[in-house]
């Protein structure tokens, strides 16, 4: 069974000078401004494509990671993941990497397993795989009891 989630960009004017606005058309959660500049410089309370590929990759790893814990016999107190998302225009515009950064509080869970399950949620989540075109993806999990 597939699940259909939307948004939508209104974009007017160039790329340089013009601006637009994305919605979050399934939940209703809001429509945020986008730039150029946003994304290439200051963003100025504006967002990026880059910015939402982050929010995308950091939530579904999280959720990933989870699952993957349950199945283990784990829950986790907390997942904490930040994903960095790096924006490269020196040759073509392209996104050249992406940085996830956990921190996991897990009881009873070795640092062992735990390295062993968080690399298999970086591999496994559905934004991972639909990423990998992007040259580097890394992970730095940290585990705290």
């Known amino acids: 069974m597939a699940f259909t989630r939307s948004a939508s960009t ?11 606005e994305t919605t979050f058309e399934t939940s209703g959660i809001g429509t945020f401004p986008v ?3 946003a994304r290439t410089e200051a963003s100025e ?3 990026s494509p ?7 990759h950091a939530s ?7 699952n993957i814990l349950k199945g283990a016999g784990h829950v986790a107190e907390r997942l904490e993941t930040t994903a960095e ?3 490269d225009t020196s040759d073509g515009a392209k996104i050249s990497e992406i940085r996830l950064s956990l921190n996991a509080t897990v009881p009873g869970l070795t640092e062992e397993e735990f390295q062993t399950h968080a690399q298999a949620a970086k591999v496994g989540c559905p934004v991972s795989a639909a ?3 992007v040259p580097s993806i890394t992970l730095d999990a940290r585990l705290s009891q």
């Open 35 to 37: 730039t150029w500049r």
């Open 131 to 133: 990423l990998a075109a």
């Open 85 to 87: 998302v790096d924006f």
């Open 10 to 20: 209104v974009w007017s004017g160039d790329l340089a000078s013009g601006s637009g």
């Open 45 to 47: 309370g504006k967002t």
């Open 60 to 66: 579904c790893f999280s959720m990933a990671l989870s």
């Open 50 to 56: 880059e910015e939402l590929i982050a929010a995308a």
